[in-house]
């Protein structure tokens, strides 16, 4: 019985985790707002596991008979979360790039967002309880 690792709580566990990250990276972000050259990072995670989910592959799916051999077709993997640096740009004489309101708004966004997911593990949790105690 394959309860809590099904593609759905694998999905959900790595959105907690690109929201944990995310919320790092923004603190980080509003710590060195007057810092002399510090660039802005940012966290990408929904728009890999939307590309990860039906980016482009084929209808079909490949049956690996090995480990080594190529996937093909659509995967339930679960990308990681990346973090990247915007060196492009600069909001400040001191060529900072944070913008304070900006980062406040994108913590509140990730702490809606983070509050949803923990929302629904829990409600599958509470699902998988009741089917299991037969209430």
Do not use: C, W
């Not at 593609?7 to 907690?16: D, P, V």
């Not at 995310?22 to 929904?46: C, G, H, L, W």
């Not at 990247?84 to 304070?100: K, Y």
């Not at 900006?102 to 089917?131: C, F, G, P, W």
């Amino acid at each position: 019985m394959n309860l809590l690792n099904g593609t759905s709580f694998q999905k959900l566990e790595g959105a907690i985790q690109a929201a944990n990250k995310r919320q790092q990276v923004i603190s980080n972000n509003i710590a060195n707002v007057d810092t002399p050259y510090f660039k802005r990072s940012e966290v990408s995670f929904e728009s890999l596991l939307q590309q990860t989910m039906d980016g482009g592959m084929p209808a079909l799916k490949g049956n690996r008979t090995d480990e080594r051999h190529f996937v093909i077709g659509p995967t339930s993997s679960v990308p990681l979360p990346v973090v990247s640096e915007d060196t492009s740009t600069a909001m400040n004489n001191n060529l900072n790039n944070v913008d304070i309101e900006h980062e406040m708004s994108l913590l509140a966004d990730n702490q809606l967002r983070y509050n949803a997911y923990i929302t629904q593990v829990n409600e599958k949790i509470k699902m998988m309880r009741t089917a299991v105690e037969g209430r």
